[in-house]
């Protein structure tokens, strides 16, 4: 039974991985470029991004990307490689000019910002060749932008009072090596009458911070451990994972919304199976009487009915004072505003009130297919020979079903419930959002909605790992309810 | 035998569990009762100050200064200088108004429904809920009165002058203004907070100072204060703002500006001092935000703030000015879904909603009488009460279709003209939006002073449109039924596609309407919705023929944004349909140059018929929502006080009034 499952435990790990980096995948795909989240806040539905904007934003911007790992390349971090070649080449797609897409000719140009130290190097070099003078001006540019790496308060902890200061000054430093240029139809001219200076001052700077800098030292160990998804799984594994729309560690927000939610989820669970089962035994006993035929088509009917139409129509119909008189229910929370007053009972008894309608319309739905599943094996079950064995022994027809069926029957049933706790995490955003009840479905959705992708990877995590362990849960249960699976892992 | 032991073991696991509940829920209500005396202090406080400031006026025998009633207390008439109107070299500042202020109205509880952000402070985070909250916890330098918008009053400045040609901007800070103790101050090692601390002119340099650092990660400030030379306390009770060069817009940002308590921000949470280069480094991350805390000078302090969930206030004991009349203010932003906003309502848990009843909603609840507490006809009478309001957050939203001029079928205005002919405006805004809007006839809000009311708006004729249109040289010369014209040696067929955002419900109803219309005299319209970043590459790459759109307007006007020529063919410009005039460039450029009030009500007035002539975006609809509100107590069950009835609160010292309806007639 250990070894099954250890067995089991260690083909987590595979599947835990994948899935986290689906879910990576996934965020890193929805996130927006630099270029987009300066345009949101530049004013909106095509604001002016006027140059002078843009030069102070976008260092706060490249910030906060290089807080969150925004900046770094997802799976393999080949910058480190960069070629000056391949550097001139993109510096060139960046330069406007007849039939170029101004959207695309933007991403280019901002996600080459984001590239950070790496380029440095290939930049001075370009930089440093009069024969690329046309190139001097975006280049500088981009160069200050990629040498900048400004301090964050962990930085504060971490590097020594020295460091801090040396960053800060080169941080105020990169400023000034900027080559001033146009980008018009024609492509890049420099229009900077101190450009041979700047250009020696980019020389000297390089000189001194090749170190910082340097390429051959760091391009090895970054190709995997200098990257976002490194990133994201070193802050979540060490809890450290920030939402920054909401100034607050992850697992903070998430600890505070998941009780409600998985008290009502897990009442739900409980309620639809106390439900399901007995009647799903019911209808596989009469099977074929009006009473199952009757049973089977108002759970169809039931099941048919969406979950959010329902809910409203309660809400209208069960929770809404009128002109005469009260509603019958609480249209929302699960508790009376003075509820932290009452006795315990009166307290239990108002979670009731409150609860009642948001549990029914979690439930309704799942009566259908669980006991159906129930009905549906019961069945099998009654058919089999050992039933028949057992019945011909005299057994009573309670014994056969309760001792002998049931068991059996129940394989399946455990295998619906490995994905219950997973359920239970996530909550369930319709009933929340109707019933207003501040639970984790509709922290998901305010999450997505302000795109806040530590947050949402944070709650993915759990719900994962919950989904795990309820698999895990089920696999031992197998192994207890069927004696072939334990048999075969001795 | 066995079914009584069953119901005995029942009955014990029963009480077990109610026992063990009962033990679960002691810590929670330990500290609500803390809570609770924690409020009672509060009011405490509030009552001791409220006695003193009673003993004070008695002492020097200004009783009456006390409960202002009507007009009693307003200041001095303005002398001439003191008119509010910005000019040089003299204090123009009109003395603070606290004459709709009535003591005896003071009290209640007001709960409405806004997702509170989540975060406050407001240079990190520039929200429009974060911003709401700072109108209530924070003032500014000096203030727009919301009855003559376009004048500057006293607030946390006394005076200002102007000098160095609109260049330099001198404040005299209000003395013995305090800064609000946070509800931190009374938890364990945080005492060094409970202390009375004085607003100065360095709260308001530091409030720059921290936007204007390369280190604080809000870039959303930093483009408008980037010609700032210096902004330095040369006192205590003196600020020196010096812009580099000459604007209107400048006026606005820095008779706008906004203290920071320095005091909290400049230090580590047991007390001691941040050295000075690490605090804007640590701004970003501050244990003072982390804590959900913020303090301001305004009328109203924080209570209790859960991001995204829950945001309460109470009145300010020490506010030095007149503040709103509710002693409370409760936002609640767990109730997101509309229905279920709706119900809230009705319920009585909150007593307003602003902008929330959607144009379905205003027809079933209130046109079709579906509610009945609502009165159809008279918005005051029943009770609830309702009434259409203008625009959002106290600016007018205006929608418009704007035309890609650079397309050969666009290029002449008599084009735009006519497509402005056959858009049947008042159908759209009866049959859409029930009626729940105005005609756009320009680019300025209808209810600023310098709309120009003299602009009739075409009126819908399709017979008058073709005949336009084939002024233009735009028939049907093939008889395929769509018009054509040879632009440029090419014959153009005259169809265009019109791009929205498509999780907008309204644009492809009003757009059909607009295709029916437009297919009767041979012009082809075709709806392309996009999503946005798709919206945005359209708009980068001019890709596009029409592009409906909306923009929030303010009372004030500042057009080289959306219609100088200078941004025409600048990526990312706001003048994406390519707009160019030369008279409207010179009044543009003009207007940022004028201080003097009527001067620049004219040279708004002449852009406005120049673009209203030519007609680069088709003006459709100024929005209008519905405002609702309980006239009565909220229910029998709400035990908390609330005013007799709302409307009676509507004046201009209540928030509601405040936060959008600039331009509310009341008591009428």
New interface residues.
């Given amino acids: 039974m250990i070894a099954y499952i250890l067995r089991r435990l260690l083909w987590m790990i595979p599947t835990f991985l994948g899935i986290l980096m689906i879910t990576f995948g996934v965020m890193r795909l929805q996130s927006n470029s630099l270029s987009?989240e300066?345009?949101k806040?530049?004013?909106g539905?095509?604001?002016?991004?006027?140059a002078?904007?843009m030069a102070?934003?976008?260092?706060?911007?490249l910030?906060?990307f290089r807080s969150t790992g925004l900046d770094l390349p997802a799976l393999v971090n080949l910058r480190g490689f960069t070629t000056k070649e391949k550097v001139v080449d993109k510096l060139r797609r960046t330069a406007?000019g007849p039939g170029v897409?101004?959207?695309r000719r933007?991403r280019l140009e901002t996600d080459l910002w984001l590239e950070g130290h790496f380029l440095v190097e290939p930049l001075a070099q370009i930089i440093a060749d009069d024969a690329l003078a046309e190139l001097h001006g975006p280049a500088s540019l981009a160069l200050s932008l990629c040498a900048y790496y400004?301090?964050?308060?962990d930085?504060?902890k971490r590097l020594s009072q020295e460091e801090q200061?040396r960053r800060?000054t080169r941080?105020?430093e990169v400023r000034s090596l900027r080559i001033d240029y146009v980008n018009t139809e024609k492509g890049f001219s420099t229009t900077d009458t101190d450009g041979a200076k700047k250009r020696a001052t980019v020389a000297e700077f390089w000189k001194r911070n090749a170190d910082s800098f340097s390429r051959s030292s760091q391009r090895w160990g970054a190709i995997l451990g200098e990257t976002g998804f490194c990133e994201v799984m070193g802050k979540l594994f060490t809890g450290n994972l920030f939402s920054v729309?909401?100034?607050?560690y992850v697992f903070n927000v998430i600890s505070?919304r998941w009780k409600v939610s998985f008290t009502i989820n897990l009442l739900s669970i409980i309620i639809a199976w106390c439900i399901s089962v007995p009647l799903g035994i019911r209808s596989a006993r009469r099977i074929g009487t009006i009473e199952d035929q009757v049973t089977t088509n108002a759970l169809f009917l039931l099941w048919s009915l969406p979950s959010f139409f329902i809910g409203?129509l309660l809400?209208?119909h069960l929770?809404?004072?009128t002109?005469s008189g009260?509603?019958w229910f609480p249209?929302?929370?699960l508790s009376s505003q003075d509820a932290?007053?009452m006795s315990?009972?009166r307290?239990?008894l108002d979670l009731a009130w409150h609860g009642f309608l948001p549990l029914s319309v979690l439930c309704y739905a799942s009566f259908t297919s669980l006991s159906r599943y129930m009905r549906a094996d019961m069945l099998e079950q009654l058919r089999s020979d050992y039933v028949r064995t057992a019945r011909a022994k005299g057994a009573d027809e309670d014994h056969v079903v309760y001792r002998h069926a049931l068991r059996n029957s129940m394989v399946t049933m455990i295998t619906l419930g490995a994905g219950l706790l997973s359920e239970l995490f996530g909550g369930f955003v319709i009933v929340e959002?109707?019933?207003?009840?501040?639970g984790l479905g509709?922290l998901l959705v305010?999450a997505a909605r302000?795109q806040d992708a530590p947050l949402i990877m944070g709650s993915t995590v759990i719900s994962v790992g919950l989904l795990l362990v309820g698999i895990l849960i089920a696999d031992v249960l197998y192994a207890v309810v069927d004696p072939r699976v334990r048999s075969r892992y001795g | 035998m066995n079914a009584f032991k069953i119901a005995l073991l029942a009955v014990v696991a029963v009480l077990l569990l109610?026992q063990v509940?009962?033990r679960a829920?002691e810590p929670?209500?330990l500290q609500?009762v803390k809570a609770s005396v924690d409020q009672l202090t509060v009011a405490i406080q509030q009552q001791v100050q409220e006695t003193r400031k009673l003993a004070r006026a008695l002492e020097s025998g200004r009783v009456s200064a006390i409960a202002p009633t009507g007009t009693a207390a307003v200041a001095a008439a303005p002398d001439g200088a003191k008119d509010g109107k910005p000019k040089e070299g003299v204090n123009f500042l009109q003395p603070y108004d606290s004459s709709a202020y009535h003591a005896d109205q003071v009290g209640g509880t007001l709960r409405y429904l806004e997702i509170p952000p989540?975060?406050v402070?407001y240079l990190?985070?520039n929200g429009s809920s974060t911003a709401d909250t700072y109108d209530l916890i924070n003032d500014t330098l000096c203030t727009n009165h919301p009855a003559h918008p376009l004048d500057w009053y006293e607030s946390l400045a006394t005076s200002v002058v102007i000098t160095d040609d609109y260049k330099t901007y001198t404040f005299t800070i209000r003395k013995g203004v305090m800064w609000q103790k946070p509800p931190l101050a009374k938890r364990k090692g945080y005492e060094w907070l409970d202390k009375d601390v004085e607003l100065t002119a360095k709260d308001f340099a530091f409030w720059l100072e921290m936007i204007r650092d390369?280190?604080?990660?809000?870039?959303?400030w930093?483009?408008y204060y980037?010609s700032i030379v210096d902004a330095v306390a040369v006192d205590d009770y003196t600020f020196r703002v010096r812009w580099s060069k000459k604007e209107y817009t400048n006026l606005d940002m820095t008779l706008g500006l906004r203290p920071l308590a320095r005091h909290v921000y400049t230090r580590f949470a047991d007390g001691s001092p941040i050295p000075a280069?690490?605090v804007p480094?640590?701004f970003?991350?501050h244990w003072f935000?982390?804590e959900k805390q913020h303090i301001g000078v305004g009328m109203y302090q924080i209570e209790v703030f859960?991001?995204?969930?829950t945001l309460s206030f109470v009145l300010n004991p020490a506010y030095w000015g007149v503040p709103y009349h509710f002693r409370r203010l409760e936002w609640d932003g767990?109730?997101?879904?509309p229905?279920?906003k709706l119900?809230?309502f009705?319920?009585?848990?909150v007593q307003e909603m602003d902008s929330l009843l959607t144009p379905s909603q205003y027809k079933a609840e209130i046109l079709d009488g579906g509610e009945?507490?609502f009165d159809q006809k008279n918005g005051r009478a029943g009770?609830f009460g309702w009434e259409r309001v203008h625009g959002l957050e106290g600016r007018s939203l205006y929608y418009y279709i704007g035309w890609n001029l650079r397309r050969p079928q666009f290029r002449d205005k008599r084009v735009r003209q006519a497509l402005a002919y056959a858009f049947p405006k008042q159908r759209i805004l009866k049959e859409v939006y029930f009626g729940l809007g105005t005609p756009q006839v320009g680019p300025v809000n209808p209810d600023s002073d310098y709309f120009d009311k003299s602009l009739v708006d075409f009126a819908y004729d399709l017979a008058k449109a073709k005949a336009v249109l084939a002024e233009a040289g735009f028939v049907d010369h093939d008889g395929d039924g769509w018009i054509d014209q040879v632009i440029d040696g090419k014959k153009v067929d005259f169809r265009f596609r019109a791009s929205y955002y498509g999780a907008n419900p309204n644009w492809p109803k009003v757009l059909s309407v607009y295709k029916d219309s437009l297919q009767q005299i041979g012009i082809e319209l075709v709806p392309d919705p996009a999503e946005d970043?798709e919206l945005?590459?359209r708009?980068?790459?001019?890709d596009f023929d029409g592009l409906c759109?909306?923009?929030l307007s303010g009372l004030n006007v500042d057009f080289q944004?959306i219609w100088h020529s200078k941004?025409a063919n600048?990526?990312?410009?706001?003048n994406?349909p390519g707009f160019a005039n030369k008279r409207a460039d010179e009044l543009a450029d003009k207007l940022r140059l004028t201080f003097d009030e009527p001067e620049r009500i004219a040279i708004a007035k002449e852009f406005q018929r120049i673009v209203f002539d030519e007609q680069p975006y088709l003006f459709f609809r100024n929005a209008e929502n519905i405002f609702i509100w309980h006239n009565r107590k909220a229910?029998d069950?709400d035990q908390s006080e609330v005013l007799e009835g709302v409307t009676e609160g509507l004046d201009r010292y209540h928030p509601l009034y405040n936060r959008t309806k600039l331009l509310w007639h009341l008591r009428n």
Avoid at chain 2, 346 to 349: A, L, P
């Fill in positions: 987009q300066m345009e806040a530049s004013g539905e095509g604001g002016v991004m006027d002078k904007l102070t934003g976008v260092e706060n911007y910030a906060r406007r897409s101004e959207h933007n400004p301090l964050n308060p930085d504060l200061r800060q941080n105020f729309k909401r100034k607050e505070d409203t809400l209208h929770c809404t004072d002109a009260r509603a249209n929302r929370g932290l007053w315990t009972p307290y239990l959002y109707i019933f207003s009840i501040p509709s305010e302000e | 109610i509940i009962d829920r929670a209500q609500g989540t975060s402070n990190l985070e390369p280190n604080v990660q809000c870039p959303q930093k483009g980037e280069e690490q480094v640590i970003n991350k935000d982390e859960e991001p995204s969930k767990v109730t997101k879904q229905d279920a119900v809230a009705k319920n009585g848990q009945p507490r009770p970043n945005r590459r708009m980068d790459d001019k759109g909306g923009w944004q941004f600048e990526p990312k410009s706001s994406y229910s069950n």
